[in-house]
């Protein structure tokens, strides 16, 4: 999966980093908006697939009502829930995709709580999501395991990783997205 998804993220990391997301309070934001975007559609289609049918953790890995609150928090209103997207995941291949970038999201989280912090956010406000992404550090090597363990044939594996990095690429669009809210609209002369 790392080998088939490298280059979605790759870009997705680069895109975060030079977002520059996490160096102010409106940036995080801006972040934390975007983040609920995608999560919300992938979250959902994950609910519909029936994902804790194939990973049990899954109702306890769930974040986006804690984005909602981390937003509440810093004074944003959290949009309505999203309308229905045409994200989707099918099958217990396309699940294991999908779970794949959101349980790498949480090793990702570590990396990113530092500076979290220094933003002066924590588990009791503004990244309740985060403290709920590293609260268990053995869940990244219990789904991996999991997916070790697949009996997939080659279309499963195609299917997995094709989940996968359209799982990156919703959240890619989603922070491309944030990024031109936050552009300046310039007058032409």
């Known amino acids: ?18 977002a520059g997301f996490l160096t102010n309070r409106s940036r995080y934001l801006a972040y934390l ?12 289609a994950l609910g519909t697939a029936n994902a804790v049918g194939v990973y049990a953790a899954w109702p306890q890995r769930r974040i986006a009502s804690y984005l909602r609150q981390d937003l509440r928090d ?6 309505l829930p999203s309308e229905p997207s045409d994200f989707t995941v099918s099958g217990r291949a396309g699940i294991l995709g999908a779970l794949y970038v959101l349980e790498g999201a949480s090793l990702g989280a570590r990396l990113l709580q530092k500076a979290v912090l220094d933003l002066g956010m924590d ?8 403290a709920m992404q590293t609260a268990d550090s053995s869940a990244w090597l219990r789904f991996t395991s999991l997916l070790d363990e697949a009996d997939f044939d080659a279309p499963d594996e ?4 094709q989940t996968a990095s359209r799982t990156f690429e919703r959240f890619e669009q989603a922070y491309q997205e944030a990024l031109i809210r936050r552009q300046p609209v310039t007058q032409s002369s």
Do not use: K, Y
């Not at 999966?1 to 030079?18: C, K, P, V, W």
């Not at 810093?74 to 949009?79: D, E, K």
């Not at 588990?123 to 985060?130: E, S, V």
């Not at 195609?158 to 990783?161: G, H, K, L, P, T």
């Open 1 to 18: 999966m790392r080998n088939a998804t490298r280059g979605e993220h790759a870009r997705l990391d680069a895109l975060i980093r030079g």
């Open 33 to 44: 908006s975007a983040t609920l975007n995608a999560r919300e559609a992938i979250e959902r």
């Open 74 to 79: 810093l004074g944003h209103a959290a949009p």
């Open 123 to 130: 588990a009791a406000f503004g990244a309740r999501h985060m």
């Open 158 to 161: 195609a299917e997995c990783a």
